[in-house]
């Protein structure tokens, strides 16, 4: 496995202890992981850092006893953030050139950035025009900060939503994460580790005079509390060793000078990290009074070494330090860093215990191999190829639920479509796009033959269809691969085509019969067929059904907030279409009090001027096309979800599976009186239905559900617990997985 990591924040000549705990991380990667570190610097670093040091463009290093090459390519920088949002731009066009030049060489497996801005979101770039998935760290203190900028938030999101997956270095950093959107499946909290075999407990005598502080001397270290809070306890026995360095250095030692407590501190400079272990091991105790942080390494070096530790609350401290290792206070407090320092000094503790706790929980070898466990799977068993000539990429049935479900089961997926969006990989999925087309009759012709050829190269072990315009050329696929083809039924076609707006009455049942008559025979030729509905089963002989039903972990952050119910938004997310009864509702809002979040495409397109001359239009609030996360936001600010499918025969025996999404995200539903969707509001409570072709009713009956907002709640809650307890996609996926392992054990 090869694997590159980006980053900026990484030691350079100029900059030697810069980012030195990724160097330490890469010191203990196995040999049969094969590194690469490119880390971009700024034009002119030596010269603002005032060093006659000069940066190598590239160099080799080496790391227990392997060698390691460096790149260092030069990006632009400007001084105070300025033209910040642009900075990862910059950072992916000074890497461009030289990550073409090393992907050419050997093909690179894997991505790893530390910190998402801006090396993260470059990296996201780079993984997208390359197709190669991408981990990213996140250690980044002032990220609650960061994620309030919107310009930044929308950047950060978007490459934390397409990294394989984002590892926060504490709990603090990956609820930040979570409350921005961010999905709790792509999470992974693993801490920053230590060389344990560095820090070992010294014998000391119990008492504790000798205080020292490790850390950058920046103001948001908050070692000038300290140092007031070492002048209200005027004890003089105490002394405090500050190692470090930094633009702050100056000022705090003026502020010694000021309190009188220039005697009591020392000031030692950078330190390597044998020095800083040494320096651990003849000192009683480490003084952490950080306003924020990420993580806090030098916490753990500090107990690994057998010292207690009073830190403040900052985000990173309190998931390290315990009531047996420490005392953590509140930040910006120096009358509470003083009495935490009385405590500490007047407290007995134990250096072996403390010791222990930061070997047992902390050692860099087993956070690497942890880290390690969460890369993509590159050698897996099996291989499958998804095809759709109709589906865009995004399809919720095809890559959401089936594709993902594959990847994270172990297989290598790819996933052909034809939706003029260029090659990527996406969640570990490899998409190949043949290109779209003007109009359904070329789409129809020419996409199947392209989807072939493209389908024969990638030789997969299992490929799988998702449109009946695709069976012809499975039934060629499955002769001259000799592997197993699956037919994915979505939709009961033969009735669908009975009432396309676009064929004629004579066209529509031509066309009926022809696929009844091709899909039945396909699938005697074929491996195996599965349906998305038992309706749609019932057409066949003997195949499986693996519903459509939603994903819980997409809508589990979704606020339950009684405050939600009153908002007096109803929402539909979908496609914007007739057939939907869209016009419908919108006519009924002339009558309501209410806001209608609508989110989708127009299909077709000159839909939308046909909705705007409506009466009630001027209560729409448009979004477009959104994603998974955008669709979560717009649920939790939503009191009722809305599916009026006409009463058309194609419909009969449909379920949209926004209803279900709607119902696992605690959602209320309005939805049509069709025989399914009575059935199941009998059964769940979730909502009420009614006819969707009156109008009257339905301003009547959206009325009444929003001005009862506990009711709301009430099937709201009932709706999602029968989707936990039966109707959820993680039920179905194992049907769905052994189906596939049943097909290659054949």
Not at 143 to 166: C, F, I
Not at 194 to 214: E, M, N
Request: glycine share 6%; net charge positive; charged share 20%.
């Amino acid at each position: 496995m090869r694997v590159v990591f980006i980053n900026t924040i990484f030691p350079n000549p100029v900059e030697p202890t810069k980012g030195i705990f990724v160097l330490k991380n890469l010191m203990h990667y196995p040999p049969e992981i094969e590194l690469e570190v490119i880390a971009p610097v700024p034009f002119f670093l030596a010269l603002r850092r005032k060093k006659r040091v000069k940066v190598p463009l590239w160099r080799n290093i080496e790391l227990n006893g392997r060698q390691l090459r460096v790149w260092h390519p030069r990006f632009l920088l400007f001084p105070g953030n300025f033209l910040q949002p642009w900075i990862p731009y910059f950072e992916y066009l000074s890497v461009l050139p030289l990550f073409h030049y090393l992907h050419r060489k050997k093909a690179i497996d894997c991505l790893h950035a530390n910190f998402c801005l801006p090396d993260g979101i470059a990296t996201a770039r780079l993984a997208q025009r390359f197709g190669i998935p991408y981990i990213i760290t996140e250690h980044q203190a002032a990220l609650a900060d960061l994620l309030s900028k919107s310009t930044l938030a929308r950047l950060m999101l978007a490459a934390y939503s397409r990294a394989h997956k984002v590892i926060a270095v504490s709990r603090h950093t990956g609820q930040i994460l979570l409350d921005a959107g961010l999905s709790p499946e792509k999470l992974k909290v693993i801490p920053n580790g230590i060389d344990t075999s560095l820090f070992v407990p010294a014998a000391h005598s119990g008492k504790i005079k000798k205080l020292i502080y490790v850390g950058y001397l920046v103001e948001r270290k908050g070692v000038q509390y300290l140092l007031k809070a070492l002048s209200i306890l005027q004890d003089t026995s105490l002394r405090l060793s500050i190692v470090g360095d930094g633009d702050y250095r100056a000022d705090l030692q003026k502020l010694c000078q000021q309190y009188g407590i220039s005697g009591q501190v020392r000031f030692l400079g950078e330190k390597n990290a044998t020095e800083v272990a040494q320096l651990l091991a003849e000192h009683d105790a480490l003084v952490h009074p950080s306003l924020i942080e990420s993580f806090g390494i030098s916490v753990v070096e500090a107990m690994a070494s057998g010292l207690p530790v009073l830190a403040t609350q900052n985000g990173g401290s309190e998931d390290i330090v315990t009531p047996q290792t420490g005392i953590i206070v509140k930040p910006r407090d120096p009358e509470a860093l003083a009495e935490g320092l009385r405590e500490l000094i007047g407290t007995s503790w134990d250096s072996e215990l403390i010791s222990n706790y930061a070997h047992s929980n902390y050692d860099i070898r087993q956070i690497v191999s942890r880290t390690i466990q969460e890369y993509p799977n590159i050698n897996p068993s099996h291989t499958v190829c998804h095809l759709s000539s109709v589906h865009i990429r995004t399809d919720v049935r095809v890559f959401y639920k089936q594709c993902l479900t594959l990847i994270n089961a172990g297989y290598k997926v790819h996933l052909v479509v034809a939706d003029g969006q260029g090659n990527q990989r996406k969640g570990g999925v490899i998409i190949h796009d043949v290109g779209t087309y003007k109009s359904r009759r070329q789409r129809f012709f020419f996409a199947p033959i392209k989807i072939l050829r493209q389908a024969l190269q990638i030789k997969a072990d299992v490929y799988q269809i998702h449109d009946p315009e695709l069976l012809p050329i499975a039934v060629i696929l499955k002769y001259l691969s000799r592997k197993p083809v699956v037919y994915d039924i979505h939709e009961c076609y033969a009735e669908l085509f009975l009432h396309k707006g676009y064929l004629s009455s004579a066209r529509g049942k031509a066309l009926s019969y022809l696929i009844k008559y091709i899909e039945r025979g396909s699938l005697k030729l074929l491996d195996q067929g599965i349906a998305a509905t038992e309706h749609i089963a019932e057409q066949f002989t003997d195949i499986p059904t693996i519903h459509n039903y939603p994903i819980l972990a997409e809508w589990e952050q979704v606020d339950n907030n009684i405050k939600r119910y009153q908002s007096r938004n109803i929402c539909y997310i979908g496609n914007i279409t007739k057939e939907r009864g869209i016009g419908r509702v919108v006519k009924a809002l002339a009558a309501v009090d209410c806001r209608f979040l609508l989110a989708g495409r127009y299909e077709p397109a000159e839909y939308r001027e046909e909705l705007r001359a409506l009466p009630g239009f001027d209560k729409v609030i448009e979004y477009g096309y959104v994603d998974r996360t955008q669709a979560a936001e717009i649920f939790s600010q939503s009191a009722l979800g809305i599916v009026l499918l006409d009463k058309s025969p194609n419909n009969l025996y449909s379920l949209s599976t926004k209803i279900f999404e709607y119902m696992a995200a605690g959602l209320p539903v309005l939805i049509s009186d069709l025989p399914t969707s009575v059935e199941l509001i009998h059964k769940s409570g979730a909502g009420l239905y009614l006819d969707p072709e009156n109008i009257d009713k339905i301003a009547e009956t959206l009325n009444q559900l929003l001005d009862n907002p506990e009711a709301l709640a009430q099937m709201g809650k009932k709706g999602k617990q029968l989707v936990h307890q039966e109707l959820s996609w993680e039920n179905e996926q194992e049907k769905y997985l052994n189906i596939y392992a049943e097909l290659l054990s054949r």
